[in-house]
């Protein structure tokens, strides 16, 4: 800590950090545009400019750009005097000279950080009257549109997208008064982060193209703290909606998870919640067609067919937890099956035994960036869990960046850091089963097949603690473990990443392996497990039996109802076998949001929430449990399955039962699970005597929004579930973080309002950060060791191990029904070893015929991934390979031109 | 009147060739330098006063001692002599690089001994194509001669060294711009500190040199700093390349005592002004410096008299403005230039210097109104020292504000005639 003296005030400050950093901690309005707390300080763009005094009696003073003056004790600097206050004005002035006057037309308009930075200058005159610089836009893929007129050239875009994210797509070009931030040709961003220029531009040069589509003002949106249901991290979103769709995702900062920033697959796949394919109305299939129900005829329908039956439940990984509780509730433990492949549950399963155990440290997803060596398991994270890699990318500069500190560089310091050490990365290690994006920071990286990733494992377990079991390896293998031991010993805090993506026990058990290894030695060692789903733990702790176990059963089934939860199981068991389990249940109630194959299976289909209309809980791949609300309540028969599921179960107490009933419910039933009481106020909160607006204080248009229909205005519909309401009336503060449904200040209508909710700026957010950890490390526990090493692979003649490729835009099932998520879904491929293709006399771009589960597949060849001799790969999750169940043997045959 | 840069430099447009440069005492600084440990050339280098030749006048013997020395210290260091030559009025370093190349190598390769440097860099503006060809072949002599590479001259100091041909921007002349464009990337300057002597070239310690500073240094290390201290006429050490152009009868380039008057180097060396044209004001150091007036004839011109004057002894070039010139056109094609070469990184200087520009262009043109001279003054406010990421603009606003300090007349005769007064 320090002391300092800011306007004449004193203020016992935070001694490593920068005064621009403490200015707005402190409340201070101070500008900035270059200056973003994950990217640092460069002072490029001067506009935080501030007179630093020498001592008590200097009163001239000197300007000092805040943002790279190090906080010293007993320093004395002034916001408000005339000197730094008149320079801040002329600099926007200096920036607006190109600047257009678009704001009435521009998509960022009412939330442009520039714009709130003039006012807050005070500028408003403008002296400059010559002609403006102009400049081509960009075509830049389906998400983000291209505004170059508007930059203001804070090169904050080119520092996230390049130095930060890894992307190589964009840069500046050209000199002086005429730079160009954009691709050096037109073309889709390539960057998997892309989405987050849209919150890093300060004004409106990057915006949401998927807005633009129906583009609605930030002050007219309804809003809601919601939690991303792309894959199993859990980041923190904000949605919005107007009449009834929902428009837009931002990010939610949680210093614990996502901090600021989300990937593409979270940012822009929720346009499928607008889709035409949405069930509107509870349906009911007759003679082959469905036709509308009510909501009461469906009930009493439901009511009558399964009453005093056996139901059979199937569950989701992607629906909340206490849809999948009540479901379970009325269907009975013994009949309740987790809506995922016996494969996939069992390491799901397993997974989350580990980090009940609790033997090392499972870090949240923010305090990965905060370790110093990795070794990643299996895992292609770029695309099975997109915002780990992110900050994995982040870990990989910390221990060159340990450099800086002994120099006295401070770690805000972004330029100085990264000119001294030059891009340095790692250590950082991969073993994949093909070249994944991540291998171009890897200090060394290798391809094999899942059982030889697993021995590696144990193989570096074996280094790190030699009572561990021996492998008898080949001298490559021995190198790169021994290499692997070496550079995780002598780091300080080592990370460990693996996951279930490649299906293999092995690889899970040999990643605890060496985390337990680590620990014993005395590292601050992390383990970092990834899953497949929004829910996949949540579910898991609730349910011990999977699909396959469903649909051996099923068999047996005679009159038996079957009812399915927000799970599509085509898209997880293969449909010969899917076919059969439905051919098994006269009567079969889905519940869902889409139409699918499943819902086209059904006897009753009732429409379900997605996360955007219903409330609900999920436990990360960290164990963290977290709240989405509701954004908006649709005026059709659209309602959340707990809802519905109350409704429906007979004789109980449950039909009348609020949010936080069904919640003490479910934690009565699994005391486990009673961290999820405490991870948001309840519904009975109040700021005062009021509740959480969901729409900002100056939100349009109310009465006139249905006059097309009734020119009454109507009124707004009531909110029983949760301290927040829809409308905009209600407490004006911060609310807790976890009802924090926009962000917003008085002068700062951008994003950046941020600054104004959080302790810090970059830390914790008041009030604590939202969600909670439902297990944690345990102390003296003692490390027992896995010790199923898998034998070494060897390839088949004439067969193939098929393994599964991941897409962040294709392979999660929801996102990639979004129209400009589509745009972006790969074709179907094969993958072949290069080695396997060449025997085979095959060339990439060839089509061969796959055998998939009894079915040949014409499939187009890719060559290049690094795959291992004797394995083969298909992309997981897009509809031509939907249903497969990775991974399995297989055979290709070329087509001949016949 | 000893002249040690100059005095040797052929008039045939050929340069000292190694054996030429050897017969009149070359390499014989080196000899004794690498017979000294590291830290007592630096002192010498320190004791002998040479200040930056650059323009900023900083004390090359201190700027080697921030080096960071010792065996766990950051490798391999690197020695850059910066022969960017861009400033406008300036054609000082070109006279060295073309004429005694060897001399300037010299001055590297003890000043990569005295800061322990493994490589050195003559980074050169794009446009000398001749110095280009006279550093390559000097290089090469070097290296022949035992003087570059393993083991030099039995010291078992090795030190290997190339030619970089910039690409041609002003900025480059800026140190840490010169390091980011030597890496390849965009000639943008960088943040201070940390500083180039602790995390330079590649992240690594390096020293950056001006040409004509690292001249001198052969000849500081065999002759002594008392020798150097000697050869000024004011306590800061050595001789100057002064230069001059403008209207003046013999515009030219001399090596003269540090410290020559103003009026001396115009009267004397220059010739005075050419027949018809009436002196009115001079930048002293090159395009980004103060004019310096009638009244300031006989300051002399060392860095800190300058300085007191108002101005910079910069390059210590003069570019002299007579009364038949416009002030305006010549400020406008000043500032045009620096607008063009700024990197466009930071925004007073990527946005206030073509604001200023076009002020001046409109002013030149008659298009002036009284409250663009406002405007301007702002400017120079604005691009203060300090208040921009590196001394491009606030050397751009030197000589505007001293116009408009001296010579506010001119623009407000522009303004109210609605010409140019000067057009004919």
Redesign the interface.
């Known amino acids: 800590m320090a002391k300092v003296v800011i306007d004449n005030k004193m203020y016992e400050v935070n001694g490593s950090k920068n005064m621009l950093e403490i200015c707005l901690s402190l409340g201070l309005n101070l500008p900035y545009f270059c200056w973003h707390p994950e990217l640092g300080s ?6 935080c ?1 501030v007179i630093k005094y020498k001592d008590k009696e200097d009163t001239k003073g ?3 750009m805040a943002c ?1 003056e190090p906080v010293a004790d007993n320093m004395r600097i002034s916001l408000e005097a005339d000197e730094a206050k008149q ?1 801040r004005a ?2 926007v002035e ?2 607006m ?2 600047h257009p006057h678009d704001c009435p037309v521009c998509d960022e308009g009412g939330e442009c950080h520039l714009q709130d930075m003039t006012v807050m200058t005070g500028h408003n005159y403008r ?2 009257n ?1 002609k403006k610089r102009t400049h081509t836009n960009q075509y830049l893929g389906p998400f983000i549109n291209h505004e170059m007129n508007r930059c ?2 804070c ?1 904050r875009c080119v520092r996230f997208y390049k130095d930060y994210a890894g992307g190589k797509d964009l840069d ?1 070009f ?6 160009y931030f954009g691709r050096h040709e037109e073309g889709v961003l390539e960057n998997e982060f892309s989405g987050n220029l849209l919150e890093v531009c300060p004004t409106g040069v990057f915006t949401d193209k998927t807005l633009r589509k129906h583009f609605t003002r930030k002050w007219d949106l309804t809003n809601a703290p919601s939690i991303c249901h792309g894959c199993a991290l859990g980041c923190n979103i904000i949605a919005s909606e107007r009449y009834g769709s929902i428009r837009r995702i931002l990010s939610r900062y949680n210093g614990d998870v996502n901090g600021y920033f989300l990937c593409d697959r979270g940012r822009f796949g929720y346009e499928y919640v607008n889709s035409e394919k949405r069930i509107q109305t509870p349906l009911k299939k007759q003679d082959g067609t469905f036709s509308q129900l009510t909501r009461e005829q469906v009930i009493q329908e439901i009511n009558a067919i399964t009453s005093g039956k056996k139901l059979i439940g199937i569950g989701s990984p992607k629906a909340s937890l206490e849809s999948n509780f009540l479901l379970r509730q009325w269907v009975g433990a013994e009949n309740f099956y987790a809506g995922m492949s016996n494969s996939e549950g069992k390491l799901v399963q397993l997974v989350l035994e580990i980090l009940k155990a609790g033997k090392v440290k499972t870090p949240s997803l923010n305090e990965v960036k905060e370790y110093d060596a990795v070794f990643i398991l299996g895992e292609d994270v770029t695309n099975t869990a997109p915002m780990l890699a992110l900050n994995l990318r982040q870990a990989a500069k910390n221990k060159p960046d340990q450099k800086a500190a002994a ?1 006295d ?1 401070p770690d805000w ?1 972004d ?2 850091v990264r ?4 891009g340095a990365k790692g250590p950082f290690y991969i073993a994949s089963a093909h070249i994944t994006k991540l291998d171009e920071i890897a200090t060394q990286t290798c391809q094999l097949h899942p059982d030889d990733i697993a021995r590696l494992g144990y193989a570096v377990a074996n280094k790190i603690n030699g009572q561990l079991p021996v492998l008898d390896s080949d001298e490559g293998e021995e190198t790169l473990s021994q290499n692997i031991a070496k550079a995780m010993l002598a780091a300080k805090k080592p990370l460990i990443v693996a996951g279930i993506s490649l299906f293999n026990q092995s690889i899970i058990e040999s990643a605890a392996n060496v985390a337990s290894a680590l620990k014993e030695q005395g590292k601050d060692v992390g383990l970092v497990y990834i899953v497949p789903e929004v829910n996949s733990v949540g579910l898991t702790m609730i349910a011990d039996q999977f699909l396959d176990d469903a649909f051996e059963k099923a068999t047996q089934a005679e009159n038996d109802t079957l009812i399915i939860l927000e799970n599509d199981l085509y898209q997880r068991m293969d449909k010969n076998s899917t076919d059969a389990f439905f051919e098994n249940y006269k009567n079969n109630i889905t519940l869902d949001y889409l139409d699918n194959k499943t819902t086209q299976q059904a006897t009753y289909i009732l429409p379900a929430t997605t996360f955007a209309e219903g409330n609900g809980t999920v436990i990360n791949n960290e164990g963290r449990a977290q709240r989405f609300y509701q954004v908006y309540s649709p005026d059709n028969d659209v309602k959340s399955s707990w809802k519905w599921l109350q409704a429906m179960i007979p004789n109980t107490t449950s039909s009348c039962q609020s949010f936080d009933e069904v919640i003490k419910d479910l934690v009565d039933a699994f005391p486990e699970l009673k961290g999820i009481q405490e991870i948001a106020p309840s519904e009975h909160f109040r700021e005062g005597t009021q509740k959480i607006p969901r729409e900002p204080h100056r939100y349009s248009g109310r009465t006139a929004m249905h006059a097309d229909t009734e020119v009454s205005e109507h009124q707004p519909p009531s909110d029983t579930d949760s301290a927040l309401s829809f409308t905009m009336e209600g407490y004006a503060g911060i609310p807790p973080a976890a009802l924090t449904p926009f962000y917003w200040s008085p002068g700062w209508n951008s994003v950046q309002a941020i600054n104004k909710y959080q302790i810090e700026v970059g830390g914790a957010l008041h009030g604590g950060n939202p969600g909670k950890r439902l297990f944690e490390q345990k102390e003296n526990n003692k490390a027992d060791y896995f010790e199923n090493i898998p034998s070494q692979f060897s390839p088949k003649e004439g067969s193939w191990f098929l393994l599964p490729f991941y897409h962040i835009l294709g392979s999660d099932e929801l996102s990639a029904q979004s129209p400009a998520i589509k745009e972006r879904v790969p074709a179907p491929y094969v993958a072949l070893n290069d080695n396997d293709a060449s025997k085979a006399g095959i060339e990439e771009g060839d089509i061969i015929d796959v055998l998939v589960k009894e079915v040949n597949q014409k499939l187009t060849v890719k060559l290049n991934t690094g795959l291992p001799e004797g394995t083969i790969g298909l992309p997981k999750g897009l509809t031509a390979t939907a249903g497969i169940q990775f991974p399995f043997w297989t055979t290709f045959k070329k087509l001949t031109d016949e | 009147m000893e002249k040690p840069l100059t005095e040797h430099i052929k008039n045939d447009n050929t340069w000292l060739s190694l054996k030429e440069y050897k017969k009149v005492g070359g390499y014989e600084g080196l000899q004794k330098a690498l017979k000294l440990n590291p830290e007592e050339v630096t002192n010498i280098v320190k004791e002998s006063g040479l200040k930056g030749r650059g323009g900023a006048g900083f004390s090359t013997g201190t700027k080697w001692s921030f080096v960071p020395m010792g065996d766990d210290v950051p490798t391999p260091k690197y020695f850059i002599a910066n022969g960017d030559e861009m400033e406008p009025g300036s054609f000082k370093d070109r006279l060295l690089l073309e004429g005694n190349p060897h001399q300037l190598i010299e001055g590297m390769i003890i000043g990569s001994y005295a800061i322990q440097a493994r490589y050195s860099y003559v980074f050169l503006r794009w446009a000398y194509h001749h110095a280009a060809k006279a550093i390559s072949s000097a290089i090469q002599e070097a290296y022949e001669a035992g003087y570059l590479g393993q083991n030099i001259l039995g010291s078992k100091f090795n030190l290997d060294m190339s030619l970089h041909i910039s690409v041609g921007r002003y900025i480059c002349g800026e140190e840490t711009a010169l390091l980011n464009a030597l890496e390849g990337k965009r000639a943008n300057p960088r943040t201070k500190p940390p500083f180039p002597v602790v995390s330079g070239l590649f992240g690594k310690p390096t020293v950056v040199n001006n040409v004509e500073t690292l001249n001198n240094i052969p000849h500081i290390l065999n002759k002594g700093a008392e020798w150097f201290k000697g050869l000024s006429k004011t306590d800061e050490g050595g001789t100057k390349l002064y230069g001059a152009s403008g209207r003046v009868k013999k515009p030219g380039l001399w090596e003269l005592p540090l410290g020559t008057t103003l009026r001396e180097l115009l009267e004397v060396h220059a010739g005075g002004m050419q027949d018809g044209y009436k002196f009115k004001g001079v930048l002293p150091g090159g395009g980004s410096t103060d004019f310096l007036t009638e009244e300031h004839l006989d300051v002399p011109m060392d860095y800190a008299s300058v300085g007191k004057a108002g101005s910079r002894l910069g390059t210590g070039t003069l570019i002299v403005l007579d009364d038949k010139t416009c002030t305006v056109g010549m400020l406008q094609n000043l500032e045009q230039f620096f607008a063009q070469e700024s990197c466009g990184w930071c925004t007073p200087c990527r946005e206030g210097l073509p604001w200023t520009a076009k002020l001046l262009d409109a002013i030149e043109k008659g298009k002036g109104k009284m409250e663009d001279l406002d405007t301007l003054t702002f400017q120079t406010h604005y691009m203060a020292p300090g208040n921009t990421y590196c001394a491009l603009a606030p050397g751009a606003m030197e000589p505007l504000q001293s116009a408009l300090k001296y010579f506010k007349t001119d623009f407000e005769k522009h303004i109210h005639e609605h010409k140019c007064p000067w057009e004919q």
Request: glycine share 10%; hydrophobic share 45%.
């Open positions: 460069v002072g490029a763009c001067r506009q400019a000197k300007l000092v790279l320079f002329g600099n200096a920036l000279t190109n002296r400059y010559f203001i050239q090169y500046v050209g000199a002086h008064d005429d730079l120099l560089i310091n330029e100085g000119e001294l050490v030059q």
